[in-house]
Protein backbone atom coordinates (compact mmCIF):
# COMPACT_ATOMS: atom_id res chain seq x y z
CA UNK A 1 0.00 0.00 0.00
CA UNK A 2 0.96 3.62 -0.85
CA UNK A 3 1.48 5.77 2.34
CA UNK A 4 -0.30 8.80 1.79
CA UNK A 5 -0.02 12.74 3.51
CA UNK A 6 -2.37 15.37 2.52
CA UNK A 7 -1.36 19.01 3.77
CA UNK A 8 -4.22 21.63 3.87
CA UNK A 9 -6.85 18.97 4.30
CA UNK A 10 -9.68 20.93 5.42
CA UNK A 11 -10.14 23.20 2.09
CA UNK A 12 -11.98 21.80 -0.98
CA UNK A 13 -9.21 19.83 -2.82
CA UNK A 14 -8.21 18.13 0.15
CA UNK A 15 -11.44 16.98 0.76
CA UNK A 16 -11.70 15.83 -2.59
CA UNK A 17 -8.27 13.74 -2.17
CA UNK A 18 -9.81 12.48 1.05
CA UNK A 19 -12.49 11.29 -0.84
CA UNK A 20 -10.49 9.78 -3.47
CA UNK A 21 -7.82 7.91 -1.19
CA UNK A 22 -10.26 6.72 1.13
CA UNK A 23 -11.68 4.66 -1.63
CA UNK A 24 -8.35 3.75 -3.78
CA UNK A 25 -7.31 0.33 -3.65
CA UNK A 26 -3.86 0.79 -2.97
CA UNK A 27 -3.26 3.60 -1.12
CA UNK A 28 -3.51 4.33 2.73
CA UNK A 29 -4.19 7.88 3.93
CA UNK A 30 -1.38 8.36 6.79
CA UNK A 31 -2.01 11.86 8.04
CA UNK A 32 -3.93 14.41 6.98
CA UNK A 33 -2.36 18.13 7.80
CA UNK A 34 -4.09 21.12 9.40
CA UNK A 35 -3.61 24.10 11.13
CA UNK A 36 -6.85 24.80 12.22
CA UNK A 37 -8.31 21.61 12.61
CA UNK A 38 -5.25 19.36 14.59
CA UNK A 39 -6.91 16.93 16.53
CA UNK A 40 -10.56 17.28 15.11
CA UNK A 41 -12.00 14.85 12.83
CA UNK A 42 -12.05 14.79 9.51
CA UNK A 43 -15.76 14.97 9.49
CA UNK A 44 -15.89 18.26 11.17
CA UNK A 45 -14.69 20.03 7.76
CA UNK A 46 -16.20 17.67 5.85
CA UNK A 47 -19.65 15.82 7.25
CA UNK A 48 -20.21 13.77 3.91
CA UNK A 49 -17.54 11.35 5.13
CA UNK A 50 -19.81 10.88 8.30
CA UNK A 51 -19.53 6.83 9.08
CA UNK A 52 -16.55 6.47 5.90
CA UNK A 53 -13.63 7.56 7.97
CA UNK A 54 -12.68 7.68 11.71
CA UNK A 55 -9.27 9.73 10.37
CA UNK A 56 -8.65 12.98 12.58
CA UNK A 57 -6.68 16.00 11.75
CA UNK A 58 -2.78 16.38 12.59
CA UNK A 59 -0.61 18.89 13.81
CA UNK A 60 2.02 16.86 12.85
CA UNK A 61 3.64 16.19 9.47
CA UNK A 62 5.33 12.59 9.02
CA UNK A 63 8.29 13.02 6.75
CA UNK A 64 8.83 9.26 5.44
CA UNK A 65 5.65 8.80 3.48
CA UNK A 66 5.10 7.14 0.02
CA UNK A 67 3.89 10.19 -1.35
CA UNK A 68 2.54 14.04 -0.19
CA UNK A 69 0.16 15.89 -1.51
CA UNK A 70 0.08 20.10 -0.89
CA UNK A 71 -3.48 21.46 -0.96
CA UNK A 72 -2.35 25.01 0.09
CA UNK A 73 -2.66 28.61 -0.82
CA UNK A 74 -0.75 29.81 -3.92
CA UNK A 75 2.50 30.74 -2.44
CA UNK A 76 2.28 28.44 0.79
CA UNK A 77 3.68 25.60 -0.58
CA UNK A 78 7.24 27.06 -1.13
CA UNK A 79 7.31 28.06 2.80
CA UNK A 80 5.97 24.72 3.67
CA UNK A 81 8.59 22.72 2.19
CA UNK A 82 11.24 25.16 3.43
CA UNK A 83 10.23 24.02 6.83
CA UNK A 84 9.56 20.43 6.14
CA UNK A 85 12.36 18.37 4.83
CA UNK A 86 10.38 14.84 2.99
CA UNK A 87 12.74 11.97 3.04
CA UNK A 88 14.70 11.39 -0.47
CA UNK A 89 12.00 8.83 -1.51
CA UNK A 90 8.79 10.65 -1.34
CA UNK A 91 7.35 12.05 -4.06
CA UNK A 92 5.78 15.23 -3.74
CA UNK A 93 2.72 16.28 -5.51
CA UNK A 94 1.95 20.38 -5.36
CA UNK A 95 -1.58 21.68 -6.13
CA UNK A 96 -0.60 24.82 -5.85
CA UNK A 97 0.99 27.13 -8.67
CA UNK A 98 4.49 27.41 -6.74
CA UNK A 99 6.04 25.19 -9.15
CA UNK A 100 4.48 24.92 -12.63
CA UNK A 101 6.23 27.56 -14.87
CA UNK A 102 9.67 26.68 -16.38
CA UNK A 103 11.78 29.42 -14.21
CA UNK A 104 10.00 28.35 -10.68
CA UNK A 105 9.89 24.58 -11.43
CA UNK A 106 13.33 23.82 -9.20
CA UNK A 107 13.08 24.03 -5.79
CA UNK A 108 16.44 22.37 -3.33
CA UNK A 109 17.36 20.38 -6.70
CA UNK A 110 14.12 18.90 -7.06
CA UNK A 111 12.77 18.94 -10.57
CA UNK A 112 8.91 19.49 -11.13
CA UNK A 113 7.05 17.94 -13.78
CA UNK A 114 4.02 19.72 -15.18
CA UNK A 115 1.59 17.29 -14.46
CA UNK A 116 -0.82 17.15 -17.30
CA UNK A 117 -0.68 13.36 -18.63
CA UNK A 118 -2.24 13.98 -21.86
CA UNK A 119 0.71 16.55 -22.68
CA UNK A 120 3.93 15.06 -19.96
CA UNK A 121 2.95 11.17 -19.38
CA UNK A 122 5.70 9.88 -20.13
CA UNK A 123 7.65 12.50 -17.71
CA UNK A 124 5.10 11.60 -14.96
CA UNK A 125 5.63 8.18 -14.65
CA UNK A 126 9.46 9.47 -14.38
CA UNK A 127 8.99 11.89 -11.66
CA UNK A 128 9.50 12.25 -7.87
CA UNK A 129 8.02 15.76 -8.37
CA UNK A 130 4.71 16.96 -9.61
CA UNK A 131 3.29 20.29 -10.10
CA UNK A 132 -0.21 20.44 -10.80
CA UNK A 133 -2.07 22.23 -13.13
CA UNK A 134 -4.34 24.37 -12.57
CA UNK A 135 -8.10 24.13 -13.21
CA UNK A 136 -8.53 26.77 -16.37
CA UNK A 137 -5.32 25.37 -17.35
CA UNK A 138 -6.39 21.87 -18.19
CA UNK A 139 -9.82 22.63 -19.88
CA UNK A 140 -8.05 25.04 -21.86
CA UNK A 141 -4.79 23.15 -22.70
CA UNK A 142 -6.78 20.78 -23.58
CA UNK A 143 -9.31 22.34 -25.92
CA UNK A 144 -5.92 23.55 -28.04
CA UNK A 145 -3.32 21.46 -27.93
CA UNK A 146 -4.38 19.11 -30.93
CA UNK A 147 -4.18 22.11 -32.85
CA UNK A 148 -0.99 23.24 -31.10
CA UNK A 149 0.71 19.85 -32.44
CA UNK A 150 -0.77 20.11 -35.87
CA UNK A 151 0.98 23.62 -36.02
CA UNK A 152 -2.25 25.59 -36.87
CA UNK A 153 -2.58 27.84 -33.97
CA UNK A 154 -1.55 30.76 -36.56
CA UNK A 155 -4.24 33.41 -35.92
CA UNK A 156 -5.06 34.74 -32.44
CA UNK A 157 -7.39 31.90 -30.24
CA UNK A 158 -10.39 33.54 -28.09
CA UNK A 159 -11.11 31.52 -25.25
CA UNK A 160 -14.30 32.26 -22.64
CA UNK A 161 -13.97 29.88 -19.57
CA UNK A 162 -17.24 30.04 -16.90
CA UNK A 163 -16.18 28.59 -13.12
CA UNK A 164 -17.73 27.57 -10.32
CA UNK A 165 -17.54 28.98 -6.89
CA UNK A 166 -15.25 26.56 -5.49
CA UNK A 167 -12.56 27.76 -7.91
CA UNK A 168 -11.92 30.56 -5.58
CA UNK A 169 -11.44 28.26 -2.14
CA UNK A 170 -13.14 27.50 0.58
CA UNK A 171 -12.41 31.09 2.73
CA UNK A 172 -16.18 32.92 1.83
CA UNK A 173 -15.04 36.54 0.02
CA UNK A 174 -17.83 39.35 -1.71
CA UNK A 175 -18.09 37.15 -5.04
CA UNK A 176 -18.48 33.76 -3.31
CA UNK A 177 -21.51 34.37 -0.87
CA UNK A 178 -24.86 33.24 -1.95
CA UNK A 179 -26.99 36.25 -2.26
CA UNK A 180 -24.13 37.51 -4.82
CA UNK A 181 -23.53 34.48 -6.97
CA UNK A 182 -26.77 33.03 -7.05
CA UNK A 183 -28.76 34.38 -10.31
CA UNK A 184 -25.60 36.17 -11.57
CA UNK A 185 -22.72 36.36 -13.54
CA UNK A 186 -19.21 38.57 -14.29
CA UNK A 187 -16.08 38.45 -15.81
CA UNK A 188 -12.66 38.61 -13.48
CA UNK A 189 -9.24 39.42 -14.92
CA UNK A 190 -9.55 39.73 -18.39
CA UNK A 191 -6.72 38.69 -20.46
CA UNK A 192 -4.81 38.30 -17.67
CA UNK A 193 -5.69 35.51 -15.65
CA UNK A 194 -2.57 34.19 -13.98
CA UNK A 195 -3.16 30.42 -15.79
CA UNK A 196 -2.06 32.09 -18.97
CA UNK A 197 1.24 31.58 -18.34
CA UNK A 198 0.96 27.61 -18.00
CA UNK A 199 -1.59 28.11 -20.86
CA UNK A 200 1.25 29.71 -22.97
CA UNK A 201 4.11 27.44 -22.07
CA UNK A 202 2.43 23.94 -22.67
CA UNK A 203 0.73 25.35 -26.01
CA UNK A 204 4.36 26.54 -26.74
CA UNK A 205 5.94 23.38 -26.19
CA UNK A 206 4.07 22.09 -29.14
CA UNK A 207 3.74 24.94 -31.79
CA UNK A 208 6.46 27.71 -30.50
CA UNK A 209 4.73 30.60 -32.69
CA UNK A 210 0.92 30.77 -31.91
CA UNK A 211 -1.36 33.16 -32.38
CA UNK A 212 -2.13 35.34 -28.77
CA UNK A 213 -4.46 33.86 -26.53
CA UNK A 214 -7.38 35.92 -25.48
CA UNK A 215 -8.14 34.33 -22.57
CA UNK A 216 -11.66 35.89 -20.44
CA UNK A 217 -12.12 34.11 -17.34
CA UNK A 218 -16.17 34.55 -15.81
CA UNK A 219 -18.04 33.69 -12.14
CA UNK A 220 -20.82 31.14 -12.92
CA UNK A 221 -23.57 30.96 -10.77
CA UNK A 222 -23.07 27.27 -9.44
CA UNK A 223 -20.34 25.31 -7.12
CA UNK A 224 -18.41 23.38 -9.38
CA UNK A 225 -17.14 22.90 -13.24
CA UNK A 226 -15.60 24.84 -15.68
CA UNK A 227 -17.22 25.19 -19.34
CA UNK A 228 -14.93 26.81 -21.77
CA UNK A 229 -15.29 27.87 -25.14
CA UNK A 230 -12.44 28.71 -27.73
CA UNK A 231 -12.52 29.73 -31.26
CA UNK A 232 -10.13 30.37 -33.93
CA UNK A 233 -9.54 30.41 -37.64
CA UNK A 234 -9.47 26.22 -39.23
CA UNK A 235 -9.06 25.93 -43.02
CA UNK A 236 -9.89 22.27 -42.93
CA UNK A 237 -13.21 20.21 -42.73
CA UNK A 238 -14.99 19.25 -39.31
CA UNK A 239 -14.32 15.72 -40.16
CA UNK A 240 -10.39 16.31 -40.51
CA UNK A 241 -10.54 18.01 -36.94
CA UNK A 242 -12.38 15.50 -35.41
CA UNK A 243 -9.94 12.61 -36.88
CA UNK A 244 -6.90 15.24 -35.53
CA UNK A 245 -8.43 15.36 -32.00
CA UNK A 246 -9.28 11.50 -31.97
CA UNK A 247 -5.47 11.06 -33.04
CA UNK A 248 -4.42 13.32 -30.20
CA UNK A 249 -6.35 11.93 -27.60
CA UNK A 250 -6.22 8.24 -28.77
CA UNK A 251 -4.20 7.02 -25.44
CA UNK A 252 -5.92 9.67 -22.83
CA UNK A 253 -7.85 7.79 -20.18
CA UNK A 254 -9.61 10.70 -18.80
CA UNK A 255 -10.28 13.09 -22.35
CA UNK A 256 -13.60 12.20 -24.54
CA UNK A 257 -14.17 13.39 -27.89
CA UNK A 258 -18.15 14.10 -27.84
CA UNK A 259 -20.16 14.31 -31.17
CA UNK A 260 -22.85 16.00 -29.76
CA UNK A 261 -22.52 19.38 -28.19
CA UNK A 262 -21.66 19.09 -24.46
CA UNK A 263 -22.88 20.93 -21.43
CA UNK A 264 -21.28 20.58 -17.63
CA UNK A 265 -23.28 18.22 -16.05
CA UNK A 266 -21.27 15.10 -17.84
CA UNK A 267 -18.52 15.79 -16.16
CA UNK A 268 -18.93 17.03 -12.93
CA UNK A 269 -17.84 14.83 -9.68
CA UNK A 270 -15.51 13.23 -12.57
CA UNK A 271 -12.12 13.20 -13.67
CA UNK A 272 -13.09 13.55 -17.33
CA UNK A 273 -12.38 15.87 -19.42
CA UNK A 274 -15.24 16.18 -22.27
CA UNK A 275 -14.91 17.83 -25.65
CA UNK A 276 -16.59 19.00 -28.57
CA UNK A 277 -15.90 20.50 -32.05
CA UNK A 278 -18.15 22.92 -34.01
CA UNK A 279 -17.34 24.91 -37.59
CA UNK A 280 -18.85 27.69 -38.84
CA UNK A 281 -17.34 28.89 -41.75
CA UNK A 282 -13.39 29.16 -41.52
CA UNK A 283 -13.71 29.02 -37.88
CA UNK A 284 -13.02 26.08 -35.45
CA UNK A 285 -15.27 25.89 -32.19
CA UNK A 286 -13.69 24.08 -29.50
CA UNK A 287 -16.05 23.64 -26.27
CA UNK A 288 -13.87 21.26 -23.18
CA UNK A 289 -15.58 20.83 -19.85
CA UNK A 290 -14.25 19.65 -16.62
CA UNK A 291 -14.78 19.37 -12.92
CA UNK A 292 -12.25 21.99 -11.81
CA UNK A 293 -11.94 20.24 -8.38
CA UNK A 294 -11.38 17.00 -9.63
CA UNK A 295 -9.63 16.59 -13.13
CA UNK A 296 -9.07 20.62 -13.00
CA UNK A 297 -7.15 19.26 -8.90
CA UNK A 298 -7.27 16.20 -7.18
CA UNK A 299 -8.41 13.60 -9.85
CA UNK A 300 -5.79 15.03 -11.92
CA UNK A 301 -2.81 14.99 -8.52
CA UNK A 302 -4.31 10.98 -8.20
CA UNK A 303 -3.90 10.75 -11.96
CA UNK A 304 -0.26 11.05 -11.50
CA UNK A 305 0.33 9.53 -8.67
CA UNK A 306 -0.86 6.52 -10.59
CA UNK A 307 1.21 7.40 -12.82
CA UNK A 308 4.28 7.95 -11.08
CA UNK A 309 3.84 4.62 -8.76
CA UNK A 310 3.40 2.18 -11.98
CA UNK A 311 -0.57 1.70 -11.32
CA UNK A 312 -3.24 1.80 -13.89
CA UNK A 313 -4.00 5.18 -14.88
CA UNK A 314 -7.55 5.02 -14.01
CA UNK A 315 -7.37 3.44 -10.79
CA UNK A 316 -9.17 5.33 -7.86
CA UNK A 317 -10.95 7.38 -10.43
CA UNK A 318 -14.01 5.52 -11.92
CA UNK A 319 -16.21 8.58 -10.50
CA UNK A 320 -19.67 8.89 -11.29
CA UNK A 321 -21.06 12.11 -12.86
CA UNK A 322 -24.69 13.66 -11.38
CA UNK A 323 -26.65 14.17 -14.69
CA UNK A 324 -29.71 14.37 -13.33
Not at 259 to 271: C, D, H, S
Request: with cysteine.
Amino acid sequence: MIKAGIIGGSGYTGGELIRILLNHPKVEIDFVFSTTRADKEITTAHPDLLGLTDLKFTGKVNLDVDVVFLCLGHGNSTKFLDGNKFSGTTRIIDLSNDFRLKNDSIYDTKKFVYGLPELNKESISHAEYIANPGCFATAIELALLPLAKAQLLKSQIHVNAVTGSTGAGVSPSATTHFSWRNGNVSWYKPFTHQHLGEINESIKSLQENTGEIMFLPMRGNFTRGIMATAYTPFEGSLDEALQMYKHFYADAAFTQIALEPINLKQVVNTNQCHIHLHKHNDVLLITSAIDNLLKGASGQAVQNMNLMFGLPEGEGLQLKAGVF
